[in-house]
C-alpha cells in the first residue's frame, strides 16, 4: 500500500516541480527567451451522413503559444495549445504539448518534463513514432500529439547519440467524440476514462507507472539511423469494451515492447525511407477481471510493423520544386482479419506528389492516394494547398474523400471513416 | 658564332617558360585555391541578415535570419542557417554539412512538428525563401565544385580584378556557367554574371560594404537582379563576427531540434 501511495504522489510532484521551474526560470536574468505563437480560425465540413448523431461542421479558434530560455547551460521549454469549437464541446481542450527544465553541457542534455518527440523518417506511415499520445479527431496522416511526461538523458557523440527515457505517466489518447465524423467507434458511443493493464497482469485507471527506454542514432555520411527499444503502454492498439453500466466504451491499453528504428539514405534527388517497429505485447497469463465489463482474455497479438518511402524531387527554372512521394505499410506476423482490426493501413500504398513554387507567397500544393492493396475498395484522396497571405497570416484550404464501403456487418478500419468526406480550411495569424 | 650562341639560349629560354606558362584553366584553377585559402583560417562565423524581395513592380518583401559556420580542417564548412522572419517560418533551422567531393549533407527542422527531416540538396537551383539568390548561390563555393578559367585581368569600379570563368561540375546546377570579377585585395568577387542552362544571361550579382573582419575580408550587401524577370533580391548582414568557437556537436542533426 505504501509502495502504491509513493508511485502515485512521485510522478504529481515533479509535474509540478517542473512547472514551477520553468516559471521560476524564465524570470532569471542574462538568459535569451524566445517566443511564438499562433491563433487560427478552423473550420471544416463534412459530407451529410443523415445521422442525428453526427455533426457534420465544425468551427474553432484554435491558439498556440510556444516559449523557451536559456541561460549558460540551463534550459527551459514550454509549449501549449488550446482549441475551442463552437459546434462540438468535446473537442475543445488545452494541450501542453512541452513543459520540460533541462541541462545541457559536454555533451549531455538532461530534460525533466513533457515533451514531444518525433521519431518519423517517412511522410505518412510512422510504425517508429510511437512514443506521444495522439488527438485522434485530427488528420489520420499525421495527427496531433500530446506531450509525454518523461526525464531524458541524452548523451551525444560524433555523428550520434544514446538517449535513455523513463516515463512514469501514461498519457491517454483524446478520442473523438461521439458527434465526431472522424470516429471510429459507431456513432453515438460515449468512450470512457482508460484502463491500463500492467505487466503483472493487473488493471486499473491507475495513470502512474514505470515506462522505459533507450533509443541510438547515427549519422554516416548519406544516411542517418536510429535504434529504438521502448517498454511503455501502448497508445495507439487498444481493446474496447463496452461498459454497460456506464453507457460508454473503454479503451484498454495494453503494455508493450517496441523495438525497432529507422533508415534514410539520400542517393543524389532520391532519399529513401524506412521505418519498423516490432510490437511486443505483454499480455496477461491469466482471463482479467474488468470489473466494469466482466472477465475476459485480453490480448493483443505480436507484429511488426514496416514501412518504407521513395522520395524523389526536382526543380523548375521558375525556382519552384516538385517531389513524388511513394510510401507503403505493413503489418506482418498475423492474419488478414487480425491486420484489419490493428490498423487503419495495414497493407497500403501513399503515392503523392508536392509542389513549391518557391515564391514570396510560399505557396505549396499537396495531393496525395492512400488504397489499400489487400482489402477492397479502401481508398483516402487528400488534396491541400497553403500559402502565405501576408508576413503574419496564412493560409490552408484543401478536400479529403474517404472511400471504404463496410464489407461485413461492422466496419472494420478505414471503413469507419467511408464517406466522411470533407473541406477544410484553416486561416491563421502567426506571431 | 656570337649570334648563334645567343639564339640558342633565347630558344632554351623561351622553351622553359614556354613548358612553366599556366594555361588560363591552371591560373584559373590557381587564383581560386589561393583565394579560397586566403579566406580560410576563421574557425568560425555568426551573421545576421536581412533579406529584402523586390518584384517587377517595384513591391518589397523582407526575411531575416542568422546563421552561423564552423570551418572543417578536412571537409567545406557546416553551417546553421535560422529563419526569424516571416513569423510562419519564425523557428525554422536548415543544418549543411558542405563536402568537397560529394554532395553536401542537409536536414531541416519543421518547428511545428519537432520534426528533423533530411533532405536532398541535388537540387540547389531552388529558389531560396523565394528570393532571386538560388540554394546555389548561397551555398559554400567550394574550388572543387568547379572548373576554373582565368580571362583576363580587369578593372571594375577602381578596383584590379580577375575575370574567372567558373563551369559547375554538378549536372543538377541551374547554370551553364558564370563569370566573376574577383578583387585581387579582397580575393572574393565583387560581380558575378549567371548564365543558365541555355548559355542566356540569367542574374547578375553585385557586391557591396567589403569590410576587413581580423584578417579576413566579407562583404556587407549582395544585390541580385534577374535579368529576365526584372525581379531583385538585397542581402545585407547586419552583424557579422569571426572567431566565434562553436562546438562541433551544435552542427549535428540531433542537435537542430534543441532551442
Known amino acids: 500500500m505504501k509502495t502504491e501511495k509513493i508511485h502515485t504522489y512521485v510522478p504529481r510532484v515533479l509535474n509540478l516541480f517542473c512547472l514551477m521551474l520553468i516559471l521560476f526560470a524564465m524570470t532569471l536574468p542574462a538568459g535569451t527567451l524566445k517566443y511564438k505563437g499562433e491563433l487560427a480560425f478552423e473550420s471544416r465540413l463534412f459530407q451529410n451522413d443523415h445521422l442525428e448523431e453526427t455533426r457534420d461542421g465544425n468551427l474553432a479558434l484554435f491558439g498556440r503559444i510556444e516559449m523557451s530560455y536559456r541561460s549558460g547551460a540551463f534550459r527551459s521549454g514550454l509549449r501549449l495549445f488550446g482549441r475551442l469549437d463552437t459546434a462540438d464541446g468535446e473537442r475543445s481542450l488545452i494541450g501542453i504539448e ?73 498519457e491517454s489518447p483524446k478520442f473523438p467524440s461521439p458527434e465526431s465524423r472522424l470516429s471510429f467507434l459507431p456513432a453515438g458511443l460515449e468512450v470512457g476514462d482508460a484502463f491500463w493493464l500492467e505487466t503483472d497482469g493487473n488493471i486499473s485507471d491507475n495513470r502512474y507507472g514505470l515506462q522505459f527506454g533507450a533509443r541510438f542514432s547515427k549519422t554516416l555520411g548519406a544516411s542517418d539511423m536510429t535504434l529504438h527499444y521502448i517498454q511503455h503502454q501502448d497508445r495507439s492498439q487498444p481493446v474496447v469494451l463496452l461498459d454497460a453500466s456506464a453507457g460508454e466504451l473503454r479503451p484498454v491499453y495494453f503494455p508493450v515492447r517496441d523495438m525497432g528504428g529507422t533508415f534514410l539514405r539520400v542517393m543524389g534527388a532520391w532519399i529513401l525511407k524506412i521505418e519498423y517497429s516490432y510490437r511486443d505485447f505483454i499480455n496477461p497469463d491469466e482471463p482479467v477481471d474488468t470489473g466494469f465489463a466482466g472477465v475476459f482474455r485480453l490480448e493483443q497479438p505480436d507484429h511488426h510493423q514496416f514501412a518504407m518511402g521513395l522520395e524523389y524531387g526536382w526543380s523548375f527554372k521558375n525556382g519552384g520544386e516538385g517531389t513524388v512521394i511513394i510510401e507503403g505499410q505493413g503489418l506482418l506476423g498475423v492474419n488478414k482479419e487480425t491486420r484489419a482490426r490493428l490498423h487503419p493501413f495495414q497493407r497500403d500504398v501513399l503515392i503523392g506528389y508536392r509542389h513549391a513554387w518557391n515564391d514570396v507567397l510560399s505557396r505549396e500544393l499537396l495531393i496525395t492516394s492512400i488504397f489499400d492493396i489487400e482489402r477492397k475498395r479502401e481508398f483516402l484522396f487528400n488534396v491541400s494547398y497553403r500559402q502565405r497571405l501576408s508576413d503574419t497570416w496564412g493560409i490552408r484550404l484543401g478536400f479529403r474523400l474517404v472511400d471504404a464501403p463496410v464489407k461485413q456487418a461492422l466496419p472494420v478500419g478505414l471503413e469507419a471513416l467511408h464517406k466522411s468526406n470533407q473541406v477544410f480550411m484553416t486561416l491563421t495569424r502567426y506571431f | 658564332m656570337i649570334k648563334r650562341m645567343f639564339l640558342i639560349v633565347l630558344t632554351m629560354i623561351l622553351t622553359i617558360a614556354w613548358m612553366q606558362a599556366e594555361t588560363p584553366e591552371e591560373k584559373g584553377l590557381r587564383i581560386a585555391i589561393e583565394n579560397e585559402t586566403a579566406n580560410n583560417g576563421f574557425q568560425g562565423e555568426f551573421q545576421e541578415t536581412e533579406m529584402v524581395l523586390v518584384n517587377a513592380q517595384g513591391d518589397k518583401t523582407v526575411r531575416k535570419m542568422t546563421s552561423k559556420t564552423k570551418e572543417t580542417k ?95 561540375t554538378s549536372k543538377k546546377s541551374g547554370y551553364s556557367k558564370q563569370i566573376l570579377w574577383t578583387d585581387k585585395e579582397y580575393r572574393q568577387p565583387v560581380k558575378i554574371e549567371y548564365y543558365d542552362r541555355k548559355g542566356e544571361l540569367l542574374k547578375v550579382s553585385v557586391f557591396n560594404g567589403y569590410k576587413k573582419l581580423d584578417n579576413w575580408w566579407r562583404v556587407h550587401e549582395i544585390k541580385m537582379d534577374n535579368v529576365q524577370t526584372r525581379k531583385s533580391s538585397l542581402i545585407k548582414w547586419k552583424v557579422r563576427e569571426l572567431k566565434p568557437k562553436y562546438p562541433a556537436d551544435d552542427f549535428e542533426s540531433e542537435s537542430l531540434s534543441e532551442s
Open chain 1, 98 to 170: 512541452e513543459a520540460w527544465v533541462g541541462f545541457r553541457k559536454s555533451g549531455w542534455d538532461i530534460k525533466l518534463g513533457a515533451q514531444m518527440l518525433n521519431w518519423s523518417a517517412a511522410e505518412a506511415f510512422h510504425p517508429a513514432d510511437m512514443i506521444n499520445s495522439r488527438i485522434l479527431d485530427s488528420d489520420i496522416e499525421s495527427r496531433e500529439k500530446l506531450g509525454e511526461v518523461m526525464l531524458s538523458v541524452k548523451k551525444k557523440f560524433s555523428g550520434g547519440s544514446v538517449t535513455v527515457f523513463v516515463m512514469p505517466r501514461y
Open chain 2, 74 to 168: 578536412k571537409d567545406g564548412d557546416m553551417s546553421i542557417i535560422t529563419f526569424l522572419w516571416p513569423a510562419d517560418v519564425k523557428g525554422t533551422r536548415m543544418l549543411t554539412h558542405t563536402h568537397k567531393k560529394r554532395d553536401d549533407d542537409q536536414w531541416l527542422f519543421l518547428p511545428s512538428l519537432k520534426r528533423v527531416k533530411r533532405i536532398s540538396s541535388r537540387n540547389k537551383s531552388g529558389a531560396f525563401m523565394g528570393s532571386e539568390f538560388s540554394y546555389e548561390d548561397l551555398g559554400s563555393q567550394e574550388v572543387e565544385k568547379f572548373s576554373h578559367k582565368w580571362l583576363k585581368d580587369v578593372t571594375l569600379d577602381g578596383r584590379d580584378c580577375w575575370l574567372i570563368e567558373q563551369i559547375p
